[in-house]
């Protein structure tokens, strides 16, 4: 907070790239955009409890403090604030961000209490290091949508900037959560972008309803009998609501587990 202040003085324009650490290269991918885009960038390392329905994904998120000091310094990073979890939450808190329409389905509906430990964590970080601009991966594509709504909503002075997913050579979506993957899950994740290719080939080939379009999904991921669909949706990309029949543009989002793991990915699906 002191730092924040002092910076305040020198007109200077500060970015936060809030990450739960485990960085890599989607990661260093939104700092560098961050880095394009402001004076200063703040980098955060917080794997937030509050955010982990199971205590076993929490115990067992990997953590790579010193390898991700040394990332963040390679690029640059003028600040990395690694807060503790009794700095962060006092014992007795009971202060919280709801949000109350884009976080019902999706991760929402599977994950209770997920999105409200992300907002309020967020707006902790925010009131800590009073950022100018915060950046986000769009692989996140609900949590992107919860912060920018939370923002809009509460009249929170950060810009919030959108960072591209970055995918791996063959085209599994970057994660932290890959590497807690064996060689035969690994190889099996692919199946998740392959699905995503599928549904965007159909609709250049015309293909507008969802229902053919998730089934068409749901039937790829069939192809790996050891991954649990925890679901398919097309929701239209800003409401995040159900829709029947492709507009402008609507949201293709998956969610699976593979080994215990959960993997999310996502496409914007446009007309023309």
Not at 53 to 74: F, H, I, N, W
Not at 76 to 97: H, K
Request: overall charge negative; aromatic content about 6%.
């Amino acid at each position: 907070m002191d730092w924040a202040k002092e910076r305040r003085c020198c007109l200077g324009r500060v970015a936060l790239v809030p990450t739960m650490g485990a960085l890599h290269v989607g990661h260093l991918s939104l700092i560098e955009l961050a880095r394009m885009q402001a004076d200063e960038v703040v980098v955060s390392l917080f794997v937030n409890p509050t955010q982990f329905g199971e205590v076993s994904d929490l115990t067992s998120y990997p953590k790579t403090l010193e390898q991700d000091k040394a990332r963040c310094e390679a690029l640059g990073v003028d600040v990395l604030f690694a807060p503790s979890a009794d700095r962060v939450y006092a014992p007795d808190a009971s202060v919280w961000i709801d949000e109350e329409q884009l976080s019902r389905g999706l991760c929402g509906g599977s994950r209770p209490g997920h999105f409200r430990g992300v907002c309020t964590i967020v707006l902790k970080l925010f009131n800590w290091v009073q950022p100018d601009l915060a950046v986000f991966g769009e692989k996140d594509a609900q949590q992107l949508r919860i912060i920018e709504r939370m923002v809009r909503d509460l009249n929170i002075a950060v810009e919030i900037v959108r960072g591209e997913i970055v995918r791996e050579s063959d085209g599994l979506a970057m994660s932290s959560r890959n590497q807690r993957l064996s060689k035969v899950a690994r190889a099996d994740a692919v199946v998740i972008y392959e699905a995503i290719e599928l549904a965007k080939k159909w609709v250049e080939q015309g293909e507008r309803s969802t229902e053919v379009l998730m089934q068409g999904v749901r039937d790829r991921l069939a192809r790996v009998p050891s991954l649990i669909v925890d679901y398919v949706v097309v929701v239209d990309d800003v409401t995040l609501e159900p829709v029947e029949q492709l507009g402008s543009s609507a949201l293709l989002a998956i969610a699976v587990k593979l080994e215990s793991v959960r993997l999310i990915d996502n496409s914007v699906l446009r007309l023309g």
